[in-house]
């Protein structure tokens, strides 16, 4: 194990050299790929010579997620204690469905969700777990809500025609997860968003009352904290009174942005957090740890347990069910995915995460002002949000940005609203600092005045 451990410090560092020089991996075309790299499994063993050469060539042409050219998705950079704390849990390779097998690492996951909970005004009676990936969080809030207004769907399946809502500009896995549910693609209704992509409540008003008319059962709503594209906020307040009205669960789909909840300044962009009935963040996200952290939390916890509890005495061997964490988990093996963000938490104070937080939204408006200064450049976005959405000159963003790619310039990603398409960057990594920014717009300028596109 020493022996591994020292090599495993060697391609560390060999990591963090490659993003400092090589930020941007060139890329392998998928035609090439097994030709480049030995990606074979053999009879034989790999002598380790032959087993480390094929390591380091694996780490260089690897996208670098953690470099500061990478702009391409919701997450990025590598938050030191956060990793400490990820390294640990691969070490322990606890399974968190039991006390007796995870012991204190479930009370580390406990005191996440309960802090969690009371920071959003959720009672006494909350609760949550962790999900592999922000739509597995998903998945479990409309599962419950099914479950809850239609309880014989756990035994029975689901009979009658039930709806649900979400906006035009919301996450993609919600139409999924109607599928997963047995509720169904086409009872999925998209809400019409204003300019922003904030969902409309007069609009959600009208289309739960037109199908209660025609006998359907409204039973769920999702509500973004910052959508996929624009990194919009829907407004919690006004959506939770037409929920009320109706009596339909309301879950806020934070994985992108439900991290303000730790800032001061920004919280108020949930204001009304606390009328929902379920709420996921993914602290992979704005919080910076490493893939995946994914929580939900839902104000009710029976529904966690009505929903995904189930015997099994080979399992539970201990008295105190709180603290058998696969009770309330979709997954029965589940690896310790709290840990890291316990490290992180514990290391920097929720000050330290408010920080971290707030250091994206003034990244972001570092790039926005930039944009503004320069004629060049045309800005989508909006402030409050941590996607910079713009189109530079009339090169079209997809051809623009697939260039990047191929020249090894940046790793940045383009998207669509309202049939307009555009460049989006994200400051979701709080490593990067000003000068980043505007290195990222040089690369830009630079590379664009010395190619034909």
């Not at 399946?157 to 993609?172: F, P």
């Not at 910079?388 to 940046?410: G, M, R, V, W």
Request: charged share 25%.
């Amino acid at each position: 194990m020493h022996k591994d451990l020292k090599l495993f410090t060697e391609l560390v560092e060999y990591l963090i050299s490659e993003e400092k020089n090589n930020p941007v991996a060139t890329p392998i075309d998928t035609s090439k790929l097994y030709k480049t790299l030995d990606l074979s499994l053999n009879d034989k063993p790999t002598i380790d010579e032959d087993f480390i050469k094929t390591l380091k060539g694996i780490i260089k042409s690897t996208p670098k997620t953690a470099s500061t050219s990478f702009y391409n998705q919701l997450f990025g950079g590598r938050i030191d204690r956060a990793t400490l704390g990820d390294l640990l849990a691969v070490m322990l390779n606890n399974s968190m469905y039991t006390y007796k097998v995870a012991g204190p690492q479930v009370g580390i996951e406990k005191t996440i969700l309960k802090t969690i909970c009371d920071m959003i005004g959720y009672p006494d009676s909350a609760d949550g777990t962790f999900a592999p990936g922000g739509s597995m969080s998903n998945y479990m809030a409309v599962l419950m809500a099914r479950d809850k207004y239609n309880p014989s769907a756990r035994t029975a399946g689901v009979s009658n025609k039930m709806t649900l809502y979400t906006s035009e500009a919301s996450h993609y896995s919600i139409a999924k997860n109607a599928s997963f549910i047995g509720v169904g693609r086409d009872q999925v209704r998209r809400v019409k968003t204003n300019d922003k992509g904030e969902m409309l409540a007069a609009d959600l008003d009208q289309q739960i009352s037109k199908d209660i008319e025609q006998g359907y059962q409204p039973f769920f709503v999702n509500a973004t904290a910052g959508t996929t594209v624009l990194g919009a906020f829907d407004d919690v307040e006004r959506l939770s009174k037409v929920c009320k009205k109706h009596d339909v669960w309301l879950h806020l789909d934070g994985a992108y942005c439900g991290a303000v909840i730790f800032s001061d300044e920004y919280k108020h962009l949930v204001k009304g957090i606390e009328h929902t009935n379920s709420f996921s963040v993914n602290a992979h996200k704005m919080l910076g740890t490493p893939l995946s952290c994914s929580i939900i939390v839902a104000k009710d916890k029976k529904h966690l347990n009505q929903s995904f509890s189930n015997d099994a005495e080979y399992l539970y061997q201990t008295d105190d069910d709180d603290f058998n964490l696969g009770k309330t988990s979709l997954q029965c093996g589940r690896r310790n995915d709290a840990l890291k963000f316990w490290t992180l938490w514990k290391s920097v104070g929720s000050n330290g995460l408010k920080t971290i937080v707030d250091h994206q939204f003034n990244l972001a408006q570092i790039a926005r002002d930039y944009i503004n200064q320069h004629p060049d450049y045309t800005l989508y976005s909006f402030d409050d949000s941590i996607s910079i959405c713009f189109n530079y000159k009339d090169i079209p963003a997809h051809t623009l940005c697939t260039a990047l790619y191929e020249d090894s310039q940046l790793m940045v990603g383009f998207g669509n609203f309202k049939n307009q398409e555009f460049v989006r960057m994200v400051t979701i990594n709080s490593l990067l600092q000003e000068k980043d920014i505007m290195h990222f717009f040089k690369t830009i300028e630079k590379f664009t005045s010395s190619t034909d596109l």
